[in-house]
C-alpha cells in the first residue's frame, strides 16, 4: 500500500517478473520506490530491484479516473 521498509509484504515477486511503472517516485527508508502493475497485482519496489525489460507489458488495465486518496466510492460492477 505504501512505499517503504515497514510496509507490510504481501507478495515476493520472482525474477523476471514484468510490470508496467505506473507511479513514482517516492523516496522512503533510503531508497527510491515505484508503484508496478504486474499480471497479478500492484506493488511498490525499491528500484535496486528494478531493471529493463523488453517484454510485453502485463495484461491488465491501468486504473484511471478523478478519484484521490479520501473519496469514498462504492463498487458499482
Same mark, same amino acid.
Given at each position: 500500500?505504501?512505499?517503504?521498509?515497514?510496509?507490510?509484504? %504481501?507478495?515476493? &515477486? /520472482?525474477?523476471g517478473t514484468v510490470g508496467l511503472i505506473v507511479s513514482g517516485p $517516492?523516496?522512503?527508508?533510503g531508497h527510491r520506490w515505484y508503484r508496478i502493475m504486474t499480471s497479478?497485482?500492484? %506493488?511498490?519496489? &525499491? /528500484?535496486?530491484?528494478?531493471?529493463?525489460?523488453?517484454?510485453?507489458?502485463? $495484461?491488465?488495465?491501468?486504473?484511471?479516473?478523478?478519484?484521490?486518496?479520501?473519496?469514498?466510492?462504492?463498487?458499482?460492477?
Amino acid at each position: 500500500r505504501v512505499p517503504g521498509l515497514q510496509a507490510d509484504i %504481501a507478495q515476493n &515477486a /520472482s525474477k523476471g517478473t514484468v510490470g508496467l511503472i505506473v507511479s513514482g517516485p $517516492e523516496d522512503a527508508d533510503g531508497h527510491r520506490w515505484y508503484r508496478i502493475m504486474t499480471s497479478e497485482r500492484f %506493488a511498490w519496489v &525499491a /528500484s535496486t530491484f528494478l531493471g529493463w525489460s523488453d517484454q510485453p507489458v502485463p $495484461e491488465r488495465p491501468i486504473p484511471s479516473s478523478d478519484l484521490a486518496v479520501g473519496d469514498t466510492v462504492a463498487v458499482v460492477d
